[in-house]
């Protein structure tokens, strides 16, 4: 098969579930509660990502603990993701460090 062919068939098949999506909804008119709900979701799903991997990476529990509440304070404090992922990267260094 062509490679010319294969990567735009690849890059179809990527934008195409991306981009529909986004065409129909932009349409849809929510409620007030489906769309702090719809806002919610990215969230929700990260932190469903995110977590069992915190859990079983952090080298003690206070460690475990400081990640996940540093995540959620930048989280309430509306900082971008990225706050959250070296904030906490830096804090397990910190106590990696330390002890």
């Known amino acids: 098969m062509n490679m010319g062919l294969l990567i735009v068939c690849l890059a179809l098949s990527t934008a195409i579930p991306r981009i529909l999506p986004a065409v129909f909804i932009s349409r849809m008119h929510f409620s007030q509660a489906a769309r ?58 910190l106590l990696l460090i330390l002890t």
């Open 36 to 93: 702090r709900f719809l806002r919610l979701l990215p969230v929700s799903v990260m932190a469903a990502l995110i977590f069992p991997g915190v859990v079983q990476a952090a080298p003690s529990t206070a460690a475990c603990l400081l990640t996940i509440s540093l995540s959620v304070f930048c989280g309430l404090m509306n900082w971008p993701p990225i706050a959250a992922v070296l904030s906490s990267a830096g804090a397990i260094c």
